[in-house]
């Protein structure tokens, strides 16, 4: 078993998380710590710019202009969260035998062969001391992979550690929404459509704050069902599964017209409604349901997964005893180990790619 850290900067632009994980890459031995560093306003503001501009990048190296500054930044961040970690934790670097370190996500083009994650593993690896795994996306993607969902064999590994009834999909709700569907053999993973980012959005543009803490103001308001019947009318509901979405997919999407609060509500039952959409490319209808990422912490939006969802059983990953915000960066731990050991970490049912493939970039210290 190794002691790995996991690093995850997700589409929601929150902040990093840190978490540990003791594993062989195949089975989770312990759970370690978990840790958060928040980005700063500046921070964030920097990182939404660098979105902003990300369109126009045809090669996934340039770092020109804004991609430098935000590179610069991804990366002083990573080392400032991860040792902040250790020092809290009272960790040793010599327990540490490697780090996971995803990067942020600026663009997602799979269909151009194209996937860019800002952050650089190197300079990381030289900041910490520490060896580092990153680049994880890059060889499914140019082996026709879909790149994302990218961590549904942590999934399963969880899912067997707790014992829980299958089929069961695990719905991970961050800026983007995507689930892992578990039966016996059977890993499916898809994005299902915009998770945390189209009610983020909106509430920073309504009241200055990217969230809509408890889900209070969605609580007040009414959903409209025919704007939500129409939104899935994209083509992108209609392609099987797997399949994968840019944060930015969905931005024109607008509840112009709309009070805050029946903004806030259609938004997030347009989010419920999309993860119900993929039951009908399942095999077979899930008993179980266990919801993580930032979505979970939303008491709105899980009771209208659960009316969506019924009569499946629906829960959040905190009830089961997993970090629920801290899955991702646990994930991406656990990758760093397969990785390491040559394991596969995506599958033709998770990507699309045509053969289970291995992936990532070591660096040492």
Request: hydrophobic share 40%; aromatic share 6%; with cysteine.
């Amino acid at each position: 078993m190794l002691n790995a850290i996991g690093l995850m900067s997700g589409t929601s632009l929150d902040g990093i998380d840190v978490a540990l994980v003791r594993t062989d890459g195949e089975r989770i031995g312990s759970f370690g710590p978990v840790g958060y560093r928040p980005y700063s306003a500046a921070e964030r503001a920097l990182l939404r710019k660098t979105l902003e501009a990300a369109p126009k990048l045809t090669k996934r190296d340039d770092r020109s202009g804004i991609f430098a500054e935000a590179e610069h930044l991804v990366t002083r961040t990573h080392a400032e969260a991860l040792e902040a970690f250790l020092a809290q934790h009272g960790l040793r670097r010599e327990e540490i035998d490697v780090v996971g370190f995803h990067g942020q996500t600026i663009l997602h083009r799979p269909q151009q062969r194209l996937t860019i994650q800002i952050g650089d593993g190197q300079s990381l690896a030289r900041m910490l001391n520490l060896r580092v795994v990153f680049d994880f996306r890059a060889d499914d993607v140019a082996e026709g992979g879909q790149g994302a969902p990218f961590v549904p064999v942590y999934h399963r590994a969880l899912v067997t550690m707790s014992k829980v009834e299958i089929p069961v999909v695990v719905a991970n709700i961050g800026g983007v929404a995507n689930i892992t569907y578990i039966d016996q053999e059977a890993l499916i993973a898809c994005d299902t459509g915009p998770g945390n980012a189209l009610l983020d959005d909106f509430m920073l543009r309504e009241t200055g704050k990217a969230v809509d803490q408890d889900g209070r103001c969605a609580a007040r308001g009414r959903p409209d069902g025919d704007w939500i019947t129409r939104a899935l009318e994209h083509p992108f509901f209609a392609e099987l599964p797997p399949k994968s979405l840019d944060r930015n997919d969905f931005a024109g999407f607008t509840v112009g017209g709309m009070s805050r609060e029946d903004g806030a509500a259609t938004l997030t039952a347009f989010t419920a409604a999309s993860i119900g959409h993929v039951m009908e490319w399942l095999p077979r209808l899930p008993l179980n349901w266990i919801v993580v990422g930032g979505g979970a912490n939303n008491p709105t939006l899980m009771a209208m997964l659960r009316s969506q969802l019924a009569p499946a059983i629906v829960q959040t990953g905190h009830e089961l005893g997993w970090s629920g915000d801290a899955v991702e960066a646990q994930a991406f731990a656990y990758l760093a180990v397969r990785s390491l050991k040559g394991l596969p970490l995506t599958y033709p049912g998770t990507t699309g790619v045509k053969s289970p493939i291995t992936g990532g970039v070591l660096v040492e210290a």
